[in-house]
């Protein structure tokens, strides 16, 4: 089946649902089982190839959801900016830690530096957070929900993190596409920038 890739037009609306998500402090895997959208999510940007990512995305009139690093941010300063007539925002710690390691502190550290940031770069408020590797419990929930922040997780793994080949990325994602689904993919990933015209063609 053909989805389509969520648009700009739909983002304000979009936003004020996950505003009611963010108040009931619960991760969220997927976009609901209705309708004909699923969400295009980036991970672990800026960075080299983000450039060439949003070329692409800007081709297909694409809109996706860049999750970022500060420890990124802070190496690739010019890049974040580029995004934002591409893509919303959201937080994905100062240094991509396995949270449920750190003690509260640290994670709260993480999050709160990470998210004044990416505001500060690129201007805008950040609402969303994915933890760094799928890596969460009911203390890190808590304190999203408590910093006013929706939790995105996955329902669909392009494996380009963990080595897939442009053609497994492809597939993985191709395959994975239902109604709602999130796609977890890195912007800073050689076969993910070569895969993506494929993805997007596919919508």
Known sequence: PRFKIRRRS?????LAALRRLASWGLPVYCGGHRGRMIALTFDDGPGVYTRLALRKLRRAHVHATFFLVGRSITDFPRLAPLERGVGAFGDHTMTHPFLPALSHAAVVQQLVAARALIERTVRQPVMLFRPPYGGHSKAIDAEVRRLGMAEILWDVD??????????GIEHNVIDGL??????????????????????????
């Open 10 to 14: 739909r983002l304000a609306r979009e």
């Open 158 to 167: 392009s494996a380009d993190s963990l080595g897939a080949n442009y053609a």
């Open 178 to 203: 239902r109604a709602g689904s999130i796609i977890l993919m890195h912007e800073n990933r050689g076969q993910t920038i070569r895969a993506l015209p494929a993805v997007l063609v596919h919508q």
